[in-house]
């Protein structure tokens, strides 16, 4: 495995670090609250379930801009806050259906409410400052996820533990201007693909209409 990408920014040049997990990140509680236990509408804490990770969420998740389920009993929701996750921290999902496993976002733009990291999740945080978005999108790159591969088990239903998640590589660069290119690159293209989606579905409404009305009944 190379320490340099093929394609690189204009500006930035040198190795880059590489380090293993465990060095890069420590890890954070997480609960096993089922989605019986959440709700869409109001609660004291806001609840990453490893399925909205899988499905839902982006490789950034900017928490005032998501509908995340919140935790339904208030109690629960306080004992789990003490737990609440930060700007920068990493949710990645331990179990799928195929090898989605470890698929992961960066939580980003907290708000007042708390937000915990729920079932079937490995919630982690960087050990030094990264620039926004640079972990969501290298995280869920080829590069770190092929790494993961070979650690799965499980056929129907697909896992990966803790501790051999300890044990792969984290690639990232030196310098914390080329961490934000990076973030902020990916963050965009992200940003015109879903404006790209919201026209193509109203055109597709507009379709529809158009074939039930152009022609007469």
């Not at 007042?112 to 945080?125: A, E, F, Q, Y």
């Not at 080829?142 to 499980?154: A, E, R, T, V």
């Not at 015109?192 to 152009?214: D, F, G, S, V, W």
Request: charged residues 25%; neutral net charge.
């Amino acid at each position: 495995m190379g320490n340099t990408p093929n394609i690189r920014f204009k500006g930035f040049s040198g190795d880059w670090e590489q380090r293993k997990f465990g060095e890069v990140f420590e890890s954070l509680k997480n609960n096993t609250l089922s989605r019986a236990e959440l709700n869409e509408q109001n609660g004291k804490a806001l609840n990453v379930h490893y399925g909205d990770v899988l499905i839902k969420l982006s490789e950034y998740t900017d928490i005032q801009n998501c509908r995340l389920p919140f935790i339904t009993d208030d109690l629960i929701a306080e004992k789990y806050s003490q737990a609440k996750l930060q700007n920068g921290d990493v949710v990645i999902a331990d179990t799928a259906e195929d090898e989605t496993v470890g698929k992961s976002t960066e939580i980003g733009n907290i708000g007042h409410i708390p937000v915990v990291s729920g079932l079937h999740t490995i919630p982690v945080r960087p050990k030094q400052k990264f620039a926004e978005a640079y972990l969501g999108f290298y995280m869920n790159s080829n590069s770190y996820h092929d790494q993961l591969l070979p650690l799965m088990q499980g056929i129907k239903v697909t896992s990966i533990s803790k501790s051999a998640m300890s044990e792969t590589v984290v690639k990232y660069p030196k310098s914390y201007a080329e961490q934000a290119k990076i973030g902020a690159f990916f963050s965009t293209l992200d940003t015109l693909i879903t404006l790209h989606q919201r026209k193509c579905e109203e055109l597709k409404k507009a379709k529809r209409y158009m074939l039930q009305n152009m022609f007469p009944a």
